[in-house]
């Protein structure tokens, strides 16, 4: 049988011990993350929820892309359609338009400096997940996993960090507001024709057009160089598909091509 003062002395280490674990169910409480499906549908809740994002069957979206220390103030225009076409249009004075696009199995590009030229390899399927219609749902079949990794910070704002893998073993990184909600950034490596550049995407200026919320601000640097898209307009309704359908100079370099 314990003395009355060992007694005590156990149970007061029992209660230091407890004392001592609580610290650290507290920490774990607090730094407890948000499922990245929830942050989803938080989002989507706050553009106007799902039933708004698939409402149209295609979109038209114009306005300008500023590239501050190249000097360059280029006239911008996106269309997309579903499932996943897509043609963006830019206009730079003084050296002609550039096209992108994807017609649901090419990828190409038009140009004045590089001429016409297929993506191909890591860079074409960075395009056919960015091409997804509707991929602000984050329900592609593309998608091996999304998991919350940590709060982190974008301009000056906290977010929840969530990791995107695709099957294809790409991996993105998609940041929520802790406090809105809102999609107001993304880290990723982008694939471009001088090689794989980490890249740095905010989105702002979210405003409401036909009961969906858009970002009408797109600020990225890449390279230490920063390029800013504002969009003035964003539309809905009918388009035609061939608005879709590669440029001659694409067709060619499409029938050319080796055949699996």
Not at 56 to 74: D, E, H, Q, V
Not at 98 to 103: L, V
Not at 167 to 185: A, M, N, P
Request: with cysteine; hydrophobic share 40%; charged share 20%.
């Amino acid at each position: 049988m314990l003395s009355a003062p060992s007694a005590i002395r156990r149970r007061a280490s029992l209660a230091a011990a407890m004392l001592a674990f609580l610290p650290s169910i507290a920490f774990a409480q607090a730094t407890a993350l948000p499922a990245a499906r929830d942050l989803v549908a938080r989002h989507v809740a706050a553009i106007g929820g799902r039933e708004a994002v698939l409402r149209y069957p295609s979109f038209r979206a114009k306005g300008t892309l500023g590239m501050p220390a190249a000097g360059i103030n280029a006239e911008l225009e996106i269309a997309g359609a579903q499932p996943n076409l897509v043609l963006m249009k830019m206009t730079i004075p003084g050296m002609g338009e550039m096209f992108q696009g994807f017609d649901g199995t090419n990828g190409w590009s038009l140009d004045p400096m590089q001429g016409p030229r297929l993506i191909e390899g890591p860079e074409l399927a960075q395009l056919v997940d960015e091409a997804e219609y509707a991929s602000v749902l984050r329900e592609s079949p593309n998608i091996a996993s999304m998991e919350t990794t940590e709060i982190a910070t974008i301009g000056d704002q906290r977010c929840y960090k969530v990791k995107v893998t695709r099957k294809s073993g790409r991996e993105t990184f998609d940041c929520y507001s802790v406090d809105s909600g809102l999609l107001i950034g993304a880290f990723a490596k982008q694939q471009t024709p001088m090689g794989e550049i980490e890249s740095v995407s905010e989105f702002s200026d979210y405003k409401d057009f036909n009961g969906l919320k858009q970002p009408t601000k797109v600020t990225q640097t890449m390279m230490n160089q920063q390029q800013v898209m504002t969009f003035t307009s964003y539309e809905y309704g009918p388009i035609d598909a061939a608005l879709f359908a590669p440029p001659p100079a694409i067709a060619t370099l499409i029938q050319q091509k080796p055949k699996n």
